[in-house]
Nanobody, 117 residues
Framework: QVHLVESGGGLVQAGGSLTLSCEVSGILTDPNVMSWYRQAPGKERELVAAAFTGRVTKYADSVEGRFTISRDIAANAVYLQMNAVLDEDTAVYYC???????????WGQGTRVTVSS
């Protein structure tokens, strides 16, 4: 059984920084991708950043250059460093782990980030 638990959300001022963490319990087989998604009120869930085994990363255009995703293989965790946050970054952020062949797909419960002006 695999569980993903996010932490680090909260209130942050516009222009500030925040780091989200996602700890994984259980074994993830390779190859896989660990990602952060977010869902703002009234909007669909969207991909923020993804980190593939092999250290390839991908970012949404809206966060490119401001957010950084990183994986700690030994700790079985993934992080999202959020810098220069904007009002539009306000959302619930979800951690996702998925195999590249789509044989398994796990989600965390989400952590809320609120950016204040």
């Amino acid at each position: 059984q695999v569980h993903l638990v996010e932490s680090g959300g909260g209130l942050v001022q516009a222009g500030g920084s925040l780091t989200l963490s996602c700890e994984v319990s259980g074994i993830l087989t390779d190859p896989n991708v660990m990602s952060w998604y977010r869902q703002a009120p009234g909007k669909e869930r969207e991909l923020v950043a993804a980190a593939f085994t092999g250290r390839v990363t991908k970012y949404a255009d809206s966060v490119e250059g401001r957010f950084t995703i990183s994986r700690d293989i030994a700790a079985n965790a993934v992080y999202l460093q959020m810098n220069a946050v904007l009002d539009e970054d306000t959302a619930v952020y979800y951690c996702n782990a998925r195999s590249l062949d789509a044989s398994w797909d796990y989600w965390g419960q989400g952590t809320r980030v609120t950016v204040s002006s």
